[in-house]
Every structure is written in C-alpha cells, then in structure tokens.
C-alpha cells in the first residue's frame, strides 16, 4: 500500500545482487532466498506451508535473516493541535533474535551503522516479524528485522509515503542486513544452532 510496506525485499533482492558478484569460493554457504509474504493470509496460506513442501531446504539451511518495513521516519498525531508530523526521530526497528549466538552476531551488525534506532529482542514469544513463530517451530535460528510506523498501512493517495521515508536510513539498514548475512556465512553451523 504504501513505500515502506513491504519494501525489505527490495534490500533482499539487492543484496542478492551484490552477492552474486562474490565468487562462490569467497563464500562458505548457498544463499536461499525465499520471499513467502503470507504472515497476512497466515490462515491461507501460511508461512508454514513452504517449510512443509520443501523439506530439503529447512534441513540445509542454518539461519534465517527477514527483514521489513526499512528506512521509516517517525511521524506521530498529536490530538490537541489534531495534526500529524514528524518527530525527527527516525522509526524504531525490532531484531528479534531468540538465540544466542543470532543476537551477537545482530549486535556487531547494528553496531556499524552510521544512524538508525534497533532493539535487539531475544524472544520470538511476542514476534510481530515475517513468520519467525514458523521457523522456531523448526529450530531455526533466525534473525528477524522489522518497523512498525503508524503509518504502515496508509495509503496517502498521491506519493504512496515516499516522504516519510529516509534513503540513508534505508541504506544503512540495507548494509547491516549484508553484514549480518556475511556474518551467518562465517559461522560455524553447530554455533548458530545453540540456545
């Protein structure tokens, strides 16, 4: 609906691009990508339901990195002056990381970036992110990175949000998504998979 909704697989499918120019030897694992987008149909089609018809890459996969909703700048109401501004303050961002290892590794990633507010949550209990409840039923470590705007479902009916949004925000969560992707590739597969 509008330009943030939805907007991390365009990060996703950028990343893909500067990883296919890093030759496979450079790499210690396949990426995957999978795009499900069915959390908002969860009873349709669910999240789950790509875990079920492939086995084969849930057994081989060591991590899973999710991301959503990047580069959003805090707009709030105020009901007295019955106006809808900025803050100035950029969105917050959740990592959920219910394992370990994930949140230290999420930890160096955010560390690096130039600007952006993140909470690195380590419980998947209370997750508001593309199906990690799906991916813990499988024992996956997963990283899963999301904004929640009020703004988030609008439709503004002329620039879609375009805004709101902040392009070096955007970017700099863009860059901490490949660290913490390079990051998983570096690991060990028995040290992602510790409580």
Not at 33 to 50: C, D, K, L, R
Not at 82 to 92: A, D, I, K
């Amino acid at each position: 609906p509008n330009a943030l909704q939805e907007n991390g697989s365009l990060a996703i499918l950028n990343m893909m691009r500067y990883f296919s120019k890093i030759p496979r030897s450079e790499r210690r694992r396949t990426i995957k990508v999978v795009i499900p987008e069915s959390h908002f149909a969860e009873q349709y089609i669910s999240t789950s339901a790509w875990i079920a018809e492939r086995p084969d890459i849930v057994k081989n996969s060591v991590a899973l990195i999710a991301a959503e909703h990047l580069g959003g700048t805090e707009w709030l109401s105020d009901p007295i002056s019955n106006t809808y501004t900025p803050t100035g303050e950029l969105e917050v961002a959740f990592a959920f990381c219910p394992t370990s290892p994930i949140r230290t590794l999420a930890r160096q990633a955010v560390a690096a970036q130039e600007i952006g507010r993140q909470a690195i949550l380590n419980t998947a209990e209370f997750s508001f992110t593309p199906g990690i409840a799906a991916y813990k039923k499988v024992k996956m470590p997963s990283f899963a990175y999301i904004s929640i705007p009020s703004y988030l479902m609008a439709d503004d009916g002329t620039s879609g949000h375009l805004d709101k949004l902040s392009p070096k925000l955007w970017y700099e969560q863009f860059k901490m998504l490949t660290r913490m992707v390079q990051a998983v590739d570096m690991t060990p597969a028995e040290v992602l998979k510790r409580a």
